[in-house]
């Protein structure tokens, strides 16, 4: 089946299809037009060639009927989140596209105005303590097996409908994230602030996340905080599909947005943002998913009816 038929989207295609391949059809126009201004044309080059293949992919999963208790099922329903860490990994160049710096004296104010303080600096310096640094650097860490694990457990509770939500839903919290650092990239205390030092440093947890983050961000991509606006995401989606898994998250999730800014990794600013973004973004998003999936019921019994 093809991915395009009269310029609309293959009968098969559901929400979270339609706007993978809106982001980065939008994002690739934008690499295309500007990507001059990066000085490289490898780099170019390979951020073209990068939107081009996930638009063939999308092409090839979406004209996929859904279906649910397979594994291929399964990957049907995923495979737009598979690819989310290689359009994060690319806002380290889209952010240098449309802005001559960052934005981090605006964050900065509005951290003191609010803290009195920069609280991502000052935290840690209050309490230093290394089973609290620990902790929260772990919660941190907590972060990168979040959402699999949270898709692998609706999944295994075959709360399909949940699942699918949940894509769709992250898909949205990612996007409105990625967009914002594209055009107001701010680098965060990660870059603006030195590390904590000893013996804080000696911790475990505190070396993995800092190993991990040597080459694992993208800088310009601190505002809002999409760790905490994620984890509030999938909060979100439980309490509408699973309660028992939403209160086995919410300690961890919480720790997770407190050790954002204790680890010096987002200001405070940075993690209440990421909070209002998942909460403003997500009453929305649902009413557009259902918008869509109606629009993409309805157009192939009028395509018949031609």
Avoid: K
Avoid at 88 to 103: K, M
Avoid at 204 to 226: I, K
């Amino acid at each position: 089946m093809a991915l395009i038929r009269m310029g609309r989207p293959a009968a098969c295609a559901g929400p979270a299809d339609v706007l993978f391949m809106a982001y980065v059809a939008f994002t690739g126009m934008i690499v295309l037009v500007a990507g001059w201004v990066l000085g490289s044309p490898a780099i170019w080059l390979g951020l073209v060639t990068l939107h081009v293949g996930l638009l063939a992919v999308a092409a090839i999963w979406s004209a996929r009927p859904p279906e649910s208790g397979t594994l291929g099922g399964l990957v049907r329903d995923l495979y737009p989140l598979l690819f989310v860490g290689a359009l994060y990994f690319e806002l380290r160049y889209l952010a240098l596209l449309f802005s001559e710096g960052f934005h981090d004296p605006a964050v900065l104010g509005w951290e003191e105005w609010l803290f009195g303080e920069q609280v991502a600096m000052t935290f840690s310096q209050r309490v230093p303590t290394m089973w609290l640094s620990e902790l929260l650097h772990f919660c941190y860490a907590f972060y990168w097996p979040l959402l699999p694990l949270s898709a692998v457990v609706l999944y295994l509770r075959r709360r399909t409908e949940g699942l699918r939500e949940l894509v769709w839903s992250l898909l949205v919290t990612f996007f409105s994230c990625y967009l914002i650092f594209i055009f107001w990239p701010v680098q965060g205390p990660h870059y603006e602030f030195p590390p904590i030092g000893p013996p804080l440093a000696d911790g475990f947890w505190y070396g993995l996340v800092h190993t991990v983050l040597e080459d694992g961000g993208s800088r310009g991509a601190a505002f809002p905080s999409s760790h905490v606006a994620v984890a509030v995401t999938i909060l979100l989606v439980n309490w509408r599909h699973d309660r028992g898994v939403f209160w086995a998250l919410l300690v961890p999730v919480t720790g997770l947005g407190v050790g954002t800014v204790y680890g010096r990794f987002h200001y405070g600013v940075d993690a209440l943002a990421g909070v209002a973004l998942a909460l403003a973004v997500f009453p929305p998003g649902l009413w557009l998913r259902g918008w869509i999936q109606r629009r993409l019921r309805t157009e192939p019994s009028h395509r018949s009816g031609r």
